[in-house]
């Protein structure tokens, strides 16, 4: 069963920083494009960022500076580096890969609490 699996998350201050990982398993990591997501409260999941499996990385525009996004592909795990974190960016993380045939998984995500 494929699985993917969000850590990392939790409470910290504005200004703070945290690392989200997503490890995969069972999937064809190397051939997938991945990518992060989050959701807020009462608001629709929204792209964060996406790294394809050549490494070519995207971001939601008002985010380039404060995240990277990143990939090891001998880990089967993606990261996401958040810096000078607002409580706007206050949501539940998710992970997400995509396959050749549009097969697509999700991760079940992770907390992010920005708060002081």
């Known amino acids: 069963q494929v699985q993917l699996v969000e850590s990392g998350g939790g409470l910290v201050q504005p200004g703070g920083s945290l690392r989200l990982s997503c490890a995969a398993s069972?999937?064809?990591?190397?051939?997938?494009?991945m990518g992060w997501y989050r959701q807020a409260p009462g608001k629709q999941r929204e792209l964060v960022a996406t790294?394809?499996?050549?490494?070519?990385?995207k971001y939601e525009e008002s985010l380039k500076g404060r995240f990277t996004i990143s990939r090891d592909n001998a880990k089967n795990t993606m990261y996401l580096q958040m810096n000078s974190l607002k409580p706007e960016d206050t949501a539940v993380y998710y992970c997400?890969?995509?396959?050749?045939?549009?097969?697509?998984?999700w991760g079940q995500g992770t907390q992010v609490t920005v708060s002081s």
């Open positions: 997400n890969a995509k396959l050749p045939f549009s097969i697509t998984y």
């Open positions: 069972r999937i064809s990591f190397r051939l997938a494009d």
């Open positions: 790294i394809t499996s050549d490494e070519r990385t």
